[in-house]
């Protein structure tokens, strides 16, 4: 018998989706907690995984009696959320990789820095929050304030970077900041890629074997999206090093 942090910690996934779809429709802090307890000594009694048991998270929310709303934003935000991180991380990574294929040096200037760093420090807490189980980020409002900052501030670095009017605090080979721009957006590609197919076969496997069935998730097809940004990255390269 495991203890209701450890179900938690080992599920952790359906756990945070299925805390997102009672919160979404309206669950308080004890009716949250008191069906948590229900669906993890349900699940411990029978030794399988709450989802193999009771189904997709949001539909067993559902028939629980808290049915999310309609509209809800959050499945597609999910997939949003490493996209919009790799066009951050591309709008620094191309801006290092042109300079690195036309053997320029790479210059950061103060007002670079602090737009830079401020995109940073977007990503990393958003990146922390979510990882701790936090899903404020995925309210629409949020998620679009939020990144709609980071991406004006990663735009604004690279614009300000050709700029003379401001002291430089960096000069040097862009290799360096090019290769972990690149290998960051491919590998956020990959583990998203195998997390969306994971959780697909998950959802398929519930739908024959629990009796809820049918999950809601997006096909598998969704995967395609997170390699976007990784082919636009490689294109660029190869027209910047063809016309350079």
């Known amino acids: 018998m495991t203890t209701l942090k450890e179900w938690s910690t080992a ?30 000594e349900a699940s ?32 597609l935000l999910r997939i949003a959320l490493p996209v919009v991180v790799q066009v951050l991380m591309l709008l620094i990574g191309s801006y290092a990789i042109r300079d690195w294929i036309t053997g320029a040096d790479l210059v950061i200037n103060v007002a670079t820095l602090v737009c830079w760093v401020l995109m940073a420090a977007i990503v990393f807490v958003v990146t922390a929050t979510s990882a701790w189980g936090s899903t404020a980020i995925y309210r629409v409002g949020v998620f679009v ?32 900041l090019a290769v972990v721009a690149a290998a960051g957006v491919v590998g956020i590609a990959i583990v998203s890629t195998l997390g969306r197919l994971r959780a697909t076969r998950r959802s398929a496997a519930a739908a024959r074997d629990a009796a809820q069935g049918g999950g809601r998730r997006g096909p598998a097809a969704w995967s395609l999206v997170f390699w976007v940004v990784p082919v636009f990255m490689a294109v660029d390269a190869g027209y910047t090093a063809i016309t350079g």
């Open 145 to 176: 304030a939020v990144f709609g900052i980071a991406i004006i501030a990663g735009a604004a670095g690279a614009i300000l970077s050709r700029r003379d009017a401001f002291p430089v605090v960096f000069t040097g080979m862009p290799a360096f």
């Open 11 to 40: 599920h952790r996934r359906w756990v945070d989706e299925f805390v997102l779809s009672l919160r979404l429709a309206g669950a308080n802090p004890t009716q949250i907690a008191d069906l948590l307890t229900e669906a993890h």
């Open 44 to 75: 411990d009694a029978a030794g399988k995984d709450p989802e193999g048991l009771l189904g997709p998270p949001a539909d067993y929310a559902a028939s629980r009696g808290f049915r999310a709303p309609s509209r809800d934003a959050t499945p």
